[in-house]
């Protein structure tokens, strides 16, 4: 007899692969009961079946390391809890390195690792082929083992998770396809099947290759391709025994396991094949597409190389499936914009068995909280735009980013496909001048220019790029003299209206209730006084303020601010980002400089700093907003877009006389943390209070109510424990970028959020919160003795409280 669908769940999960059915399990485990799953087909038949299981620890940042974590610690358990089979073993595994630059790559890897309480060590070629002795070492520069990692049967640990929210009291259903989800003033109201609508309050979007077509039902973009993925299985081999480590050779694009007493091998090819570009057959259900011997042999032919006995092996079987990819390679969770309590939890990037415990657990814990338990926001949906649902952007984008999951993974590295999406109006003339491009959010933006008869294009490297000294020539060039950059990725909001000023003085921290051509730097707080967003607030007039923030964070930081508009408000956002381009004159000349373009007067007590006045630039009328991010004398420049070509071309030729110089945004991002300005999504989260971030300067708790000014108000009155200071390297050599650990006393204490190198100081710049639970004082801060770990060595490093170049902040107002 038919199963009878519900005509009401408080939420209803689409999709019953491992993700669907792990947010099933931690949402009923978290007391949320009245769940259910509903699955177009049957369990696993998706992609989920087809997976190696592969359960590896290990990821770029902490937050995503500790939900990997979690997944060898729920797996490990299920079957005890659950009593149904997952076969979920610790057979460890181990990576190989074949270039002295991938070396250094784990190096910093093991480092971090270490830190993060995981199992990672270097073991010697001896070593590794006693763990795997079918393994050719003759090429190899290191090998690394991690004991901790596992294997397990994706299939049969999908049916626990399922049953374990059955035992919680989900209900799943399977043959049910979602048809449509409807909406109700912006939020989740039911979702529609064939046999019939289910009221909700919430819908969870697990539907893995599909779960873009799902997002489309409701308008919300959720960026990700199908692209074919493959492995085989050989018959039994001499020499493999059952529970040998994974083997992972990146160099290779391949990985290995045991099967049945022969190897499974599959991998993550350079070049990848994009699937579905006519969309996904009814009919899927266990499907596997055609062989193509053609794209696989990149893989046969590393793997002979990496174990000699494949060149006979006996292939069993080429498995090939499709599986979502997302264009930076992250998956996507949390809610979406623009809908409210719809949630994503797709696009997996064949890591979706050894992350789906940490996304499931996150997802229900974000459900029954209200928010993140932690900062996810390298795999927060709101990271992604809604530009990123083009088809062909993700078709294009999906034949790289297989790849990237085993390639290098340089710091700074720029993707090479799906480009260009978004210029700025410079963009000609910044090529013409020598700019090498990087990408952030779509847009190409001049990252450093290559002088005369250098072409401008990065060599990667874990050391000094060849970019470092025209970088520190750049920053140089802010510091004494006059540089100009384009930040025309940078987004405008109009808040406008009768109530925009009550409306926006309760969303900010600090005070904007200011006279008009005030410009104002503030945070965004959560409920619990966590930094939702970062950015600076300038009154234009009476009822319209101009809000200005980063390209990266312009999803989040529109719904933030437009989810709490109230319903009966006259206040309206608008993004704007479109009419303007944007241009930094900053440095002690810039003064000068911009004097020979305009009659206003620059002067400090006509144009002081933290202020915006419309002014004449050459013939344009520009907002001027006297703001620097680099920590000198200087003037964003807010240019209507058609003019704005004009004033560049007068700024070059009035340039000049000032020795003026082009500035690309890795100088940006070294000037600023000389200055120990910070940033959000790295230095600053929804973790961390305005307080501990060092910008209590910001918070006005005497101003009236705002949001998190409660917390803050706790917080003040207790003890504050934690607070976010600069490092400095001793040693002008060792470079940092994210995540080196760092040491107080000989103690791992935490990491580095975010590093660069200081060209003025002359040495590695990170910064990074310190915690001590009686009490965070400069003294104790100071009286450490502190180290940062680079590729398993120390670095003495010195801290400081304030930044280390202009500590009283008076360049800015010279
Ligand atoms: C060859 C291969 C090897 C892999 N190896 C590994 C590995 O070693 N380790 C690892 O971690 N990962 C691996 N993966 C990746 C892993 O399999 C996936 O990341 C994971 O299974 C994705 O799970 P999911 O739940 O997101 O998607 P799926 O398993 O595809 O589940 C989505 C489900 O949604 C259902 N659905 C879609 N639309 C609707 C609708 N309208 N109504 C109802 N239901 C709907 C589908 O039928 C499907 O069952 C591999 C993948 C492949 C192809």
Redesign the pocket.
């Known amino acids: 007899m038919a199963k009878q669908l519900p005509t009401q769940a408080q939420v209803v999960i689409?999709?019953?692969?491992?993700?669907?059915?792990s947010v099933a399990y931690h949402l009923t485990n978290l007391g949320c009961k009245d769940v259910l799953l509903?699955?177009?087909?049957v369990?696993?038949?998706?992609?989920?079946?087809?997976?190696?299981?592969?359960?590896g620890q290990l990821r770029a940042t902490r937050a995503l390391t500790k939900l990997a974590t979690y997944g060898t610690q729920l797996y490990a358990r299920l079957e005890e809890e659950t009593e149904q089979a997952t076969g979920y073993i610790t057979t460890g595994s181990i990576m190989v390195a074949r270039t002295e630059e991938r070396k250094h790559e784990y190096d910093r890897s093991a480092a971090m690792a270490r830190a993060f309480g995981i199992e990672m060590y270097p073991i010697s070629f001896e070593e590794a082929r006693k763990l795997w002795p079918l393994m050719y070492t003759g090429d190899l520069v290191a090998a690394y083992y991690f004991p901790k990692d596992g294997q397990t049967n994706?299939v049969d640990t999908c049916q626990a998770l399922a049953k374990g929210a059955r035992m919680g009291g989900a209900k799943i259903f399977e043959g049910?396809?979602?048809?449509g989800v409807t909406l109700k003033n912006g939020a989740v109201s039911s979702v529609s099947?064939e046999q019939g609508e289910v009221t909700c309050e919430y819908v969870v979007n697990?539907?893995?290759?599909?779960?873009q077509s799902?997002g489309r039902m409701v308008g919300v973009s959720v960026p990700l391709h199908a692209a074919e993925?493959?492995?085989i299985v050989t018959k039994p081999i001499e020499g493999v025994y059952k529970g040998m480590p994974t083997l992972r050779d990146m160099d290779g694009y391949i990985y290995f396991r045991e099967e049945v007493g022969g190897l499974l091998m599959?991998g993550f090819e350079p070049v990848a094949k994009p699937w579905g570009m006519k969309g996904i057959p009814e009919n899927?259900?266990f499907t596997e597409l055609n062989e193509d011997w053609d794209q696989f042999s990149i893989f046969m032919d590393n793997a002979i190389t990496r174990c000699p006995a494949m060149k006979t092996a006996e292939v069993r079987h080429l498995?090939?499936?499709?599986?979502?990819f997302t264009p930076d390679t992250a998956y996507m969770l949390g809610e979406a914009p623009g809908v409210k309590n719809y949630f994503v939890?797709?696009g997996?990037?064949?890591?979706?068995?050894?992350?789906?415990a940490g996304a499931g657990k996150a997802i229900a814990e974000w459900i029954t909280e209200g928010h993140q338990a932690e900062d996810l926001w390298d795999v927060d949906i709101q990271r992604c735009f809604s530009w990123q649902d083009n088809r062909r952007y993700l078709r294009d984008r999906v034949t790289e980013s297989v790849g990237n999951l085993y390639a290098d993974h340089w710091p700074y590295k720029q993707p090479r496909t799906a480009r260009p999406v978004r210029t700025s109006v410079f963009h000609d003339r910044l090529a013409a001048r020598g700019a090498c491009f990087g990408v952030v959010a779509g847009w190409e933006r001049a990252n450093w220019f290559a002088p005369e008869g250098v072409k401008p294009e990065y060599k990667y490297s874990w050391g000094r790029q060849n970019w470092f000294e025209y970088s520190a020539a750049e920053h140089m060039a802010v510091r004494e003299g006059v540089g100009v950059y384009d930040l025309s990725s940078m987004v405008n909001f109009l808040m406008q209206g009768r109530d925009a000023e009550s409306v926006i003085q309760r969303i900010c921290a600090n005070d904007v209730a200011v006279p008009l051509g005030k410009v104002v730097y503030t945070q965004l707080l959560n409920e619990r006084g966590g930094i939702e967003a970062d950015l600076t607030v300038t009154r234009l007039d009476e009822d319209t303020f101009f809000v200005v923030t980063a390209a990266a964070t312009e999803t989040r930081d529109f719904e933030w601010i437009r989810r709490h508009i109230p319903g009966d408000a006259h206040a309206f956002l608008t993004n704007v980002s479109s009419a303007y381009a944007m241009l930094g004159v900053m440095g002690p000349k810039a003064r000068d400089l911009l004097s020979t373009l305009t009659d206003a007067d620059l002067s400090n007590e006509a144009f002081p700093f933290a202020t915006a006045q419309q002014i004449d630039v050459g013939y344009a009328r520009p907002w001027a907003v006297r703001m620097s991010y680099v920590g000198e004398l200087g003037w964003e420049l807010y240019i209507p877009t058609p003019f704005a070509t004009s004033v560049f071309d007068a700024l070059m030729a009035e340039g000049k006389k000032f020795a003026l110089r082009l500035v690309g945004l890795h100088a940006v991002d070294s000037l600023r943390l000389e200055k120990g300005f910070r940033h959000w999504g790295s230095d600053i989260t929804t973790d961390d209070t305005p307080f501990e971030a060092g910008l209590g300067f910001c918070v006005k708790l005497d101003k009236g109510d705002f949001i998190g000014r409660d917390a803050l108000v706790k917080q003040k009155e207790s003890w504050l424990k934690r607070k976010l200071v600069i490092f400095t390297l001793e040693d002008p050599e060792p470079l940092l970028y994210h995540d080196e650990p760092i040491y107080r006393n000989g103690e791992h204490v935490s990491q580095i959020t975010h590093g660069s190198y200081a060209h003025l100081l002359g040495c590695a710049i990170g910064m990074g919160y310190l915690e001590n639970l009686e009490g965070i004082e400069a003294e104790w801060i100071l009286s450490g003795k502190y180290e940062i770990d680079v590729e398993g060595k120390l670095i003495p490093a010195k801290v400081h409280l304030k930044a280390p170049y202009d500590p009283k902040n008076e360049r800015v107002r010279m």
């Open positions: 689409i999709g019953g692969g491992i993700v669907g059915c509903l699955e177009r087909k369990l696993t038949c998706g992609t989920t079946w087809a997976a190696a299981g592969l359960v994706p049910f396809t979602v048809t099947t697990c539907g893995g290759m599909w779960g799902l993925h493959m492995h599959g899927f259900q498995t090939v499936v499709p599986e979502s939890a797709a997996m990037n064949s890591v979706g068995i050894a992350s789906a």
